[in-house]
C-alpha cells in the first residue's frame, strides 16, 4: 500500500528522457595527482616523519651556523673552568680539557652528518651503477654478478669496517671508504630488483623499439621509477653509517680530528659518568639518538609515502 | 633456463597432464551415463533469506555504501548467480553473509541476514565460528592464493572438520580422503602430505572446493570460482559445481560477472548495480526477457556466437562514485532510456512474474507513454 | 631441499675464504708491518710469529699455510702478550659472550615476536601505536647510550641492579636489556608489517571462513608465514648483537671476547685482531647457514630444489 502511495507523489512531468546535457553525469571525477605529487601529499599527513625532517633541517642549520652562537672556540681551553655543568656561560657544560660542549656538538654534528651523507651517497652511486647493469642486462651477467653479492652480502659488515679502519688508521677519509665497501651491497640488491620489475615495462620495449641505447633507457626510462625504495634505502643508510661511526669511537677506532664526532665525545664521556658529569654524555648521546630517529622515522615515513598499497 | 625452474616447468606439466586426463575420464563417464543437464526440482523451502543489507566502508577518503539494500532469498539447491560489474558489491554481499567483512573499517549499517532462523549479522564472533565453515562455506577466487602455502593441504583439510566435529586425526584423515575423491583427486592417500605448490591451478581449485565441502555445508558461497583458471579447466569445475549439487543437495550462491559461467550452472540470477539489487528472476527469464536496460545492456556485451561482431555492446561509462552514490537510479547516467524521475527517486520493485522482479522505472506506466 | 643446503654451504665455505685472504693481505700491507723486530722485542712472541706466519718462507707458502692452520682453528698468536694466543682467549672469553648473545637472542626473539603480533592484531589501536613508538626509540637509541643510561638510573641511582660484570642471572639483567632492545625492535617492526600483510592474504580470510578459534588462525596460519622475513633477517640481527657484545662487554665490564679483542685494538695486537675477526666472521657465517637452512624447512617452496622429484 505504501508502494502505491509513494507512486503517486512522482509527478508526471519527471517522465520526460533526460537532456544530455545533464551535469551530474562526468561532475564528480577525483584530480589524479602525479606520483611524486601524491607521495609528498601523504608524507605531509606523516607528522612524525615531517618533525623527523624539521629537526634535520634544524640540525644541519645548527652544524652550519651553530658555533657563531657560542663564543667559545671548538678546541679551545677554559682552565680552571674543567667539567663544569651546563650554564650562561657554556651552555652545554664543559669537557676533562675546559673545552664548550655546546659548540663541540656541532661540530661533531658536522662530522656525524657528513658521515653519513657522504655513505648514502656513495653506496647510491656504486648500488646504482652495479644493481642497474645486473639488472638491465639479466642472463649469465646478471646470475654472476647477483652471486658476488650474495657472498659479499654474508661479509659481517661491521666486523670489516673494524679490520679495514684498524689496517688503514681511524680518519675521515677512510671511515667513509670503510662504510661504502660494505654498505654498497644492499642498495646494489634494491635497485636490481627495481629494475628488474620495471624492465618488462611496454613503455620500455617502446623505446627499445625506437633504438634508443642501453645506456639511455638506463638513465631515461629506469631510474626515475627505480627511485622510491632507493631514497628510502639512503634515508636509511645514514643513521646506520652515523651509528657505526659513534660505534666505533667506542671500540678506539673514532676519528681523529681537532675536534670530536659525536661517539668520541660520548666514548671520552664513559669513565666520567660515574662522577655525575653527565652532561658529557647527555648532549652527544641525545643528538646520536634523535638524529638516528629523525632518520628512521622520515625513512618510514617515506617508505609509506611512496609505497600506498601498504597502507592498512 | 636452469634446473629450478625446469623442475617448475615439469611439476607444471605433469600436471596439466593429469587435468586434461580428468577431463577425459570425467567426459567418458559422462557418455556412459547418456548424462545430459536434467532440470533439477528446486524446493520452496528457503536457506537464506537477506533483507534490506546496508554495508557501509569507512575509509581515507570518506564512506563508502557498499551495500545499499540488498534483499533476495535463497531456496533449497538451487544456485543463485550474483552478477555484475567489479565494485557493484557482490564480493561484499558474499563476505557480509560469510561474516568475514573486517569491522572496523566495515560496518553492517542495517538489514538482516536470516539463516535457520538466525540472523547472522546479530551473531557474535563465536556464534559465527559455529556456522562458519559448518553451515555456510566459501570458495576463493584465486586458489593459488587461497590455499595456505605453508601448510600440507591434508592439514588446510582436515583443521576445519577438526574443530567442529570434535574428529580425531584418523578420522579427519579418512573424511579428506573422501573429499578428495569426491573433487576428483586422484591417490588422495598420497596427496595429502604434498603442499599447494605441487598443485596445479585446476587443482588447488578442487582442494578449495574439497575444503569448502567436507562438513558438509547447506549452503556454499562461490566468489568467482572460475575467474582465475583456464577455460578448459573453468568448464571441469563448474561440471563439479553441479555434480556435488546433485549429491549433496548443497544451496549455492554464485558471484561472478562471467555470464557465460552463469549460463552453464545458475538456475536463478541477481543483477546488482552500485550496491543495489536492480534485478532478480530466473535464468531464461533474465537471459530472455530482461527488463532493466542494464541488465539488456550487459547481456549485449557478452560475445555470443550467434552474434557478429558489430552488434556488441559495451557499455559506455563508469558506475557512480559509491562515496556519494545518487538519490536516484544509480544507473541513470549510462542509461539510454533515461527521465527525469530516474534521478530524483529510486524506483520501485515491480513483480514482472512468480520469480521475476526488476527496479526500474520504465515499468511504470507513465513511461510507456513516453517511449512509446 | 638438500641441494639448496649443499649449495649454502659451498656458500658459507667461499665467505669464509674470502674473510682468511682479506685478513692475510691485509695484515701484510699494514705499514710497518706487524712483524717487524722492533715491534716485537720480546723473543718468545717473535719466536710465535715466525711458527705460525712462516715468515721465513716465500707469501704464497705463508698464505697456504695460514689458511691451513685456520682450517684447523688455530687463530694465531698475540704479539702484546707472550704466552696468549688467540685460542687462548677464545677459550676464556668466548663462552661468555655466548651465553650473552644467545639470552640476548632468546629475549630479542621471543619478544619482538609477541610485540609485533599483537601490534598488528590491534592495527591502527593503541597497542599498535605504542609498541611501534617504542620500536621506533629502540632502533634509535644505540645500545652504547642505552647501557649508560641503564647503569646510570638501575645501578647507581636507584641501586636495584648490579651495574657490571656477569657474576649472577643478576648481573645479566642489565647488559641483556640494552643489547637485546635493538634487536628486539627491529624484529617487532618486521614482524608486525610481514603480519600485516599476512593478514590480508586470501588462505586468512579462507582460514577464518573455516571457522577456527582466532589462536588456530594466528598462530598456526599467520604467525609461520609473517615469520620468514624475520627468519631471513637473523643472519644481519646475529652480526649485530655480536658486535654489539664488544661495547657492551667494554662498559659492563663483562669478561668476554669482545673485552679482549676490543683491548687488542686499542693496543693494536694486529694478529689478535686477525685472529679474531676470522673466528667471528667464520662462527657467524656458519650461523647464517643454520637460519638459511631452518628457512629452507619452515618455507616448503624451497624444496622444490631437491632433486630425486617424487611427486
Not at chain 3, 15 to 37: C, K, Q, R, V, Y
Not at chain 3, 150 to 176: D, E, G, Y
Amino acid at each position: 500500500m505504501v508502494q502505491k502511495e509513494e507512486r503517486l507523489i512522482v509527478p508526471d512531468e519527471w517522465f520526460r528522457p533526460k537532456g544530455k546535457d545533464s551535469e551530474e553525469a562526468e561532475s564528480v571525477v577525483r584530480p589524479s595527482l602525479s606520483y611524486w605529487k601524491d607521495a609528498w601529499h601523504r608524507l605531509r599527513k606523516n607528522k612524525l616523519a615531517i618533525s623527523g625532517l624539521i629537526f634535520l633541517i634544524v640540525l644541519t642549520l645548527f652544524a652550519i651556523f651553530g658555533p657563531i652562537f657560542s663564543s667559545h672556540t671548538v678546541t679551545g681551553t677554559d682552565f680552571p673552568n674543567q667539567n663544569k655543568a651546563p650554564s650562561a656561560e657554556h651552555w652545554f657544560g664543559t669537557d676533562e680539557a675546559g673545552r664548550d660542549v655546546f659548540t663541540r656538538t656541532w661540530y661533531g654534528a658536522r662530522i656525524s652528518l657528513f658521515v653519513g651523507v657522504m655513505a648514502a651517497l656513495i653506496d647510491f652511486f656504486i648500488g646504482i651503477i652495479y644493481g642497474g647493469i645486473s639488472g638491465y642486462k639479466g642472463g649469465r651477467t646478471d646470475t654472476l654478478m647477483m652471486r658476488i653479492i650474495e657472498i659479499l652480502y654474508g661479509l659481517p659488515h661491521l666486523l670489516v669496517v673494524i679490520l679495514l679502519m684498524v689496517v688503514m688508521g681511524a680518519s675521515l677519509t677512510t671511515i667513509i671508504i670503510a662504510l661504502t665497501i660494505t654498505g654498497w651491497v644492499g642498495m646494489a640488491r634494491i635497485v636490481r630488483g627495481q629494475v628488474l620489475q620495471i624492465k618488462n615495462y611496454e613503455f620500455v620495449t617502446a623505446s627499445k623499439s625506437f633504438g634508443a641505447k642501453t645506456p639511455r633507457i638506463i638513465r631515461k626510462n629506469l631510474l626515475p621509477n627505480t627511485m622510491g625504495p632507493i631514497i628510502v634505502q639512503m634515508t636509511l643508510t645514514v643513521p646506520s653509517a652515523i651509528f657505526a661511526e659513534a660505534f666505533l669511537s667506542f671500540l678506539g677506532l673514532g676519528i681523529q680530528t681537532p675536534f670530536a664526532s659525536w661517539g668520541v665525545m660520548a666514548n671520552d664521556a664513559l669513565p666520567v659518568i660515574l662522577s655525575g658529569y653527565w652532561w658529557r654524555l647527555f648532549f652527544p648521546a641525545f643528538f646520536i639518538s634523535m638524529t638516528m630517529f629523525a632518520f628512521n622515522v622520515l625513512g618510514d615515513g617515506m617508505q609509506d609515502a611512496l609505497d600506498p598499497k601498504l597502507r592498512g | 633456463m636452469n634446473e629450478h625452474q625446469l623442475d617448475n616447468a615439469n611439476e607444471l606439466i605433469r600436471n596439466r597432464q593429469e587435468d586434461v586426463l580428468l577431463a577425459e575420464r570425467q567426459g567418458e563417464s559422462d557418455k556412459k551415463q547418456g548424462k545430459k543437464r536434467k532440470r533439477k526440482v528446486v524446493s520452496t523451502e528457503k536457506v537464506l533469506t537477506v533483507e534490506n543489507l546496508h554495508v557501509s566502508f569507512t575509509t581515507f577518503g570518506g564512506e563508502v555504501q557498499a551495500l545499499r539494500g540488498v534483499s533476495f532469498e535463497l531456496y533449497k539447491g538451487e544456485t543463485l548467480a550474483i552478477v555484475g560489474e567489479s565494485g557493484c558489491g557482490k564480493s561484499v554481499t558474499a563476505n557480509t553473509i560469510m561474516g568475514l567483512i573486517p569491522q572496523p573499517p566495515g560496518k553492517i549499517k542495517n538489514g538482516k541476514v536470516l539463516f535457520k532462523g538466525k540472523n547472522l549479522t546479530k551473531l557474535s564472533k563465536a556464534g559465527l565460528r559455529k556456522i562458519q565453515g559448518v553451515d555456510i562455506s566459501m570458495i576463493f577466487q584465486d586458489p593459488m592464493t587461497a590455499l595456505n602455502p605453508t601448510l600440507q593441504i591434508g592439514e588446510q583439510l582436515t583443521e576445519g572438520y577438526r574443530t567442529h566435529h570434535k574428529a580425531s586425526k584418523a578420522d579427519a584423515r579418512k573424511k579428506a580422503i573422501e573429499m578428495l575423491e569426491l573433487v576428483g583427486i586422484p591417490n588422495p592417500q598420497e596427496r595429502l602430505k604434498q603442499y599447494p605448490h605441487q598443485f596445479s591451478g585446476g587443482m588447488r581449485q578442487r582442494i578449495v572446493i574439497a575444503i569448502a565441502l567436507i562438513c558438509e555445508p547447506e549452503l556454499l558461497i562461490a566468489d568467482e570460482p572460475t575467474t582465475a583458471l583456464d577455460v578448459t579447466i573453468q568448464a571441469q569445475i563448474l561440471e563439479l559445481f553441479d555434480e556435488i549439487q546433485e549429491k549433496t543437495g548443497v544451496s549455492i550462491i554464485l558471484i561472478t560477472h562471467d555470464l557465460g559461467v552463469v549460463a552453464k550452472i545458475a538456475d536463478r540470477i541477481a543483477v546488482m548495480y552500485a550496491g543495489k539489487v536492480i534485478e532478480i528472476g530466473e535464468k531464461r527469464e533474465i537471459f530472455y526477457t530482461p527488463q532493466h536496460p542494464y541488465t539488456k545492456g550487459l547481456l549485449n556485451s557478452v560475445p555470443r556466437l550467434d552474434l557478429k561482431e558489430e552488434e556488441l555492446q559495451p557499455i559506455e561509462g563508469t558506475p557512480p562514485d559509491l562515496f556519494s552514490p545518487p538519490e536516484g537510479c544509480p544507473f541513470t547516467a549510462r542509461c539510454p532510456f533515461a527521465m527525469d524521475v530516474c534521478d530524483r527517486v529510486y524506483p520501485e520493485t515491480t513483480q514482472i512474474s512468480a520469480d521475476h522482479a526488476v527496479n526500474c522505472w520504465l515499468q511504470d506506466e507513465r513511461a510507456k507513454l513516453v517511449f512509446a | 631441499m638438500a641441494v639448496y643446503i649443499v649449495k649454502r654451504f659451498f656458500m658459507m665455505i667461499a665467505t669464509i675464504l674470502i674473510i682468511a685472504t682479506l685478513t692475510f693481505f691485509l695484515m701484510h700491507s699494514i705499514p710497518g708491518s706487524p712483524f717487524d723486530e722492533e715491534r716485537t722485542s720480546n723473543p718468545t712472541i717473535q719466536a710465535n710469529l715466525e711458527k705460525f706466519y712462516k715468515l721465513d718462507q716465500p707469501v704464497t707458502v705463508q698464505y697456504v699455510h695460514y689458511l691451513k692452520s685456520i682450517a684447523t682453528f688455530d687463530f694465531g698468536p698475540s704479539i702484546k702478550k707472550p704466552n696468549e694466543s688467540v685460542n687462548s682467549l677464545l677459550a676464556r672469553g668466548f663462552p661468555i659472550s655466548f651465553e650473552l648473545g644467545m639470552i640476548t637472542i632468546l629475549v630479542a626473539v621471543v619478544s619482538g615476536i609477541i610485540l609485533g603480533t599483537f601490534a598488528a592484531l590491534r592495527h591502527n589501536g593503541i597497542i599498535d601505536y605504542m609498541a611501534m613508538a617504542f620500536a621506533v626509540v629502540g632502533i634509535s637509541v644505540p645500545n652504547f647510550v642505552l647501557a649508560t643510561l641503564l647503569i646510570q638510573q638501575v645501578a647507581v641511582t636507584w641501586q636495584w641492579l648490579p651495574p657490571a660484570t656477569w657474576s649472577s642471572p643478576l648481573h645479566m639483567i642489565l647488559p641483556t636489556l640494552a643489547l637485546a632492545t635493538g634487536p628486539m625492535a627491529i624484529i617487532a617492526r618486521l614482524t608486525r608489517a610481514s603480519m600485516l600483510e599476512v593478514l590480508t592474504q586470501d588462505y586468512m580470510k579462507m582460514a577464518r571462513a573455516k571457522g577456527l578459534t582466532p589462536f588456530r588462525i594466528v598462530v598456526r596460519h599467520a604467525l609461520r608465514n609473517a615469520l620468514m622475513p624475520v627468519v631471513t633477517i637473523m643472519g644481519t640481527m646475529l652480526a649485530g648483537i655480536l658486535t654489539g657484545t664488544f661495547v657492551i662487554e667494554k662498559i659492563f665490564a663483562i669478561p668476554g671476547m669482545g673485552k679482549y679483542f676490543v683491548e687488542s685494538i686499542n693496543n693494536r695486537d694486529y694478529p689478535v685482531i686477525m685472529g679474531s675477526t676470522v673466528f667471528y666472521s667464520a662462527f657467524l657465517v656458519f650461523m647464517l647457514f643454520l637460519v638459511d637452512s631452518v628457512y629452507g624447512f619452515l618455507d616448503p617452496r624451497i624444496k622444490l630444489h631437491r632433486k630425486d622429484g617424487d611427486v
